[in-house]
């Protein structure tokens, strides 16, 4: 997708991403039920499309200089970005797929500490604030067996902010990571979401940042919806 946006706008208003799932989660076509290779090409023969939003990621690179990324799935930082990172960088892990992805939570949940974190969202003044992991969503799920925002409308131009708080490691791995299937989580009393349209996050320490399943370097980063959509190809219209 981001061959299709230059400057925070789109190469060509009439462009179409059409999805093949050849990923490790496959976190699009899983979202519109396209994940069989069959319906992902059906999706694509019949011409019609679904439009979603689109956000611009900054954040700073591992060689120290600005990254910018077009995303339209996640953006997530802390814990949630490290268990992405430690997922990818092993080869032999992440030829299992959606498993890789679940043995590194367990990992993470047992060995990751909170750091604290200056927000700001929308215009409201900044906060700070300890926490696990901090997850912007445009769709429900994210992978196999996620689903993180449920509910999350793809086309509604804002993102769904999910704040995972102060936690520590047996309440991680016996509380949150359980109810991540069906986003029971979101009940935990250290938990909660809300919606905005721009966000801004930093912190002292080496906190990864991650943009639909790719490891773009550490905080800080600032990540705005942009005021345009892009059309996808889905199997019906609605």
């Known amino acids: 997708m981001n061959g299709m946006i230059s400057d925070d706008r789109p190469t060509a208003p009439d ?8 990923g490790t ?6 979202s519109f039920g396209q994940l069989p290779l069959g319906k992902a090409c059906k999706a694509i023969a019949m011409g019609h499309t679904r439009n979603v939003d ?8 591992y060689g120290g200089g600005q990254v910018t990324r077009y995303g339209f799935v996640l953006a997530i930082v802390g814990a949630a970005a490290t268990i992405s990172w430690r997922a990818q960088r092993v080869p032999f892990l992440k030829r299992l797929g959606p498993i890789s992805y679940v043995l590194m939570t367990a990992v993470t949940s047992l060995t990751y500490n909170p750091r604290s974190y200056r927000i700001r969202i929308d ?3 900044e ?3 300890p926490m696990w992991s901090l997850m912007l969503c445009s769709f429900d799920g994210a992978g196999e067996g996620l689903m993180l925002a449920p509910g999350a409308d793809p086309a509604d131009r804002k993102l769904d902010v999910i704040l995972v708080g102060d936690l520590g ?17 979101l009940a935990h009393p250290k938990v909660s979401r809300r919606h905005a349209s721009r966000i801004s996050i930093d912190s002292d320490t080496m906190v990864r940042a991650d943009v639909d399943g790719e490891s773009i370097g550490r905080l800080p980063m600032s990540v705005t919806m942009l005021p345009f959509q892009i059309k996808v190809a889905a199997v019906s219209r609605s």
């Open 15 to 22: 462009l179409v991403l059409a999805q093949l799932p050849g």
């Open 25 to 30: 989660s496959n976190e699009l076509c899983r």
């Open 54 to 61: 689109v956000f611009r990621a900054d954040a700073r690179g």
């Open 123 to 125: 215009d409201e003044p």
């Open 127 to 129: 906060q700070k604030l």
């Open 169 to 185: 490691h047996l309440e991680t791995l016996t509380q949150i990571v359980p109810k991540l299937g069906d986003g029971s989580y």
